[in-house]
């Protein structure tokens, strides 16, 4: 079977730093996205990552650790645009993503 | 602007209905995608389609029927649908390698709203 975790509402203060987990099972590991959402959009690009370790974008940085079936996603310096929904997801062995049900950050003034 | 197109925005249409939800990408992708997001869930994919040929389809029932007529183009026919079939339809194209599996992300559309009355 494919199982992909990760909580499902998250809240956090602007100007703060939150850590957004994904841990999964699937057959096969061919890399790992984060798709950021807000509501009434299109899910968007935030890093893929294919090998262990961290990968930085501006405030945004992604982990993974291929051994534990984990990654997870870092946002630094919270803005209230920062409020969506991110969506974990796993290309897998037959070379198809497969999502987790995505995160709900609600950022506070 | 994510280079895909969705239309329409949004849907309504009673279960006896037939309508066609239909996805233009402006890529140069040669895959194309539907997922179903129902909230709460995970994104489900529906069915792929790579090269015009559909390579994929995740025991989906019969009532939604996918067409890909070129590869800029997707459609998803919708017949006698049940009330909860009601969700978001997200269509995404990527670039894929020949012999499968993407080479890069999904490029999402902004989806269709359907609800089945």
């Known amino acids: 079977g494919q199982n992909i975790d990760q909580p499902t509402e998250m809240t956090a203060t602007e100007g703060a730093i939150v850590q957004i987990n994904c841990t999964y099972q699937t057959s096969g590991f061919n890399g790992l996205f984060w798709y950021q959402q807000h509501a009434g959009e299109a899910p968007t690009f935030l890093s893929y990552?294919?090998?262990?370790g961290l990968e930085e974008k501006g405030r945004f940085s992604s982990f993974l650790s291929r051994s534990k079936g984990y990654s997870y996603l870092l946002l630094k310096e919270l803005q209230m645009k920062d409020s969506a929904s991110y969506l974990c997801a796993v290309v897998n062995q037959g070379g198809k993503l497969i999502f987790g049900q995505g995160t709900e950050l609600s950022v506070k003034p | 602007e994510t280079g895909v197109t969705q239309t329409p925005r949004h849907l309504v249409m009673g279960m006896t209905n037939k309508k066609s939800l239909k996805c233009e990408q402006h890529?140069?992708?040669?895959?194309m995608y539907w997922y179903k997001q129902s909230a709460k869930k995970p994104l489900e994919l529906m069915f792929v389609?790579?090269?015009?040929?559909?390579?994929e389809n995740n025991s989906v029932p019969s009532r939604f029927s996918p067409e890909c007529p070129n590869s800029s183009h997707l459609f998803l026919h919708l017949h006698t649908l049940q009330p909860e079939d009601s969700a978001l339809y997200l269509c995404a194209s990527s670039q894929e390698h020949h012999g499968g599996g993407l080479s890069g992300e999904l490029f999402f559309g902004e989806g269709s709203r359907l609800t089945v009355l």
């Open positions: 389609y790579s090269l015009e040929e559909r390579v």
């Open positions: 890529l140069g992708h040669n895959a």
């Open positions: 990552n294919v090998l262990d």
